[in-house]
């Protein structure tokens, strides 16, 4: 009982302690850090890969909802 007492105190503490850390840290830009970084940093290339890996993906989605489905085809040639 008094270790889980323990425990739970100990995490409302930590909680307490990183909500006026937050608080505090409002200013904080993760893009205007990564444009501070050299091009060849892996951070950087591995944000702006993410940044490509939805563009495609969102145009990869827009192609698909405009053909027909591929179910669809297959039972027409039927």
Same mark, same amino acid.
């Given at each position: 009982?008094? #270790?889980?007492? =323990?425990?739970?105190?100990?995490? %409302?503490?930590?909680?307490? $302690? $990183?909500?006026?850390? !937050?608080? /505090?840290?409002?200013? +904080?830009? +993760?893009?205007?850090?990564?444009?501070?970084?050299? #091009? *060849?940093?892996?951070? #950087?290339?591995? +944000?702006? *890969? %993410?940044?490509? %890996?939805?563009?495609?993906?969102?145009? %990869? =989605?827009? =192609? =698909?909802? /405009?053909?027909?489905?591929? $179910?669809? #085809? !297959? /039972?027409?040639? $039927?």
């Amino acid at each position: 009982m008094g #270790k889980k007492l =323990l425990l739970g105190g100990g995490l %409302i503490g930590a909680a307490f $302690a $990183a909500r006026r850390c !937050a608080s /505090h840290c409002g200013g +904080f830009d +993760f893009e205007q850090m990564l444009e501070r970084m050299p #091009k *060849n940093s892996p951070p #950087k290339w591995m +944000f702006r *890969n %993410i940044n490509a %890996i939805r563009e495609n993906t969102e145009r %990869i =989605l827009e =192609l =698909l909802e /405009h053909e027909p489905d591929a $179910a669809e #085809k !297959a /039972h027409r040639a $039927a």
